[in-house]
């Protein structure tokens, strides 16, 4: 029961960092579009009141975004979300160079990317 219950939490938590994220990556292609457009305007509507706050949110940035994966320790169990002793946390913070340097090893391809996925 405690394996079926701990899987319903993965996939719960899983699901809503992808909604966030797909969220987000929705939002940025708008950003993106938007300033297209306003830089295809002629002179006198990119002065206008409407193009200036449209202007404030319109954004040319590509962000890369990562996953992190969580692997479980096998003394976790379906309370891992809530149960914070002193052993899972040391375990955590040891993990986190080793996990920051899995990132930073990729970090060269990402580096060369400056379009979005549309």
Not at 6 to 23: C, H, L, V
Not at 64 to 89: C, Q, W
């Amino acid at each position: 029961m405690f394996e079926v219950m701990t899987g319903e939490k993965e996939i719960r938590f899983s699901s809503r960092t992808r909604a966030g994220t797909d969220q987000f990556k929705q939002i940025q292609k708008l950003r993106h579009a938007l300033a297209g457009l306003l830089e295809k305007l002629p002179e006198d509507l990119k002065r206008g009141p409407e193009a200036q706050l449209l202007g404030t949110v319109a954004d040319r940035t590509v962000y890369n975004i990562v996953h992190p994966i969580y692997r479980a320790k096998t003394y976790e169990g379906h309370s891992k979300d809530y149960v914070f002793l002193r052993l899972s946390m040391e375990d955590h913070w040891r993990a986190c160079p080793t996990d920051a340097g899995s990132f930073r090893s990729v970090r060269k391809a990402y580096q060369s990317r400056r379009s979005l996925d549309v």
